[in-house]
Nanobody, 125 residues
């Protein structure tokens, strides 16, 4: 599967953005999917994910209650709705997909075989 992320940009603190990740080649229903982010000088970190089976969503503590991950099977697209953005959310955001990701590995980037190219989100104070 190929992934194409988009929707990043510059936003003021408190604002919102919606990231999209369009998949091609195979249906996103065939994969566990997730968003990761990498701030300057830091390692890539898990933001949110959805297991392949079912619609249960999982979030890092830093974004819980502010971000929402969703998957539109008809459009073969993954989304990340980001509300109440903070300067600390500034990062390059990556979408990822993996065919066999168990729950305990959902937050591990090593579990994902396919990655989008990243989209930059900058939150100004």
């Amino acid at each position: 599967v190929q992934l194409q992320a988009s929707g990043g940009g510059l936003v003021q603190a408190g604002g919102s953005l919606r990231l999209s990740c369009a998949a091609s080649g195979r249906s996103v229903r065939s994969y566990a999917v997730a968003w990761f982010r990498q701030a300057p000088g830091e390692e890539r970190k898990f933001v949110a994910g959805i297991k392949r089976a079912g619609d249960n969503t999982y979030y890092s503590d830093s974004v819980k209650g502010r971000f929402t991950i969703s998957r539109d099977n008809a459009k073969n697209t993954l989304y990340l709705q980001m509300n109440s953005l903070r300067p600390g959310d500034t990062a390059v955001y990556y979408c990822a997909a993996g065919p066999s990701v168990i729950l305990s590995a959902l937050a591990s980037q090593d579990a994902y075989a396919f990655w989008g190219q990243g989209t930059l989100v900058t939150v100004s104070s």
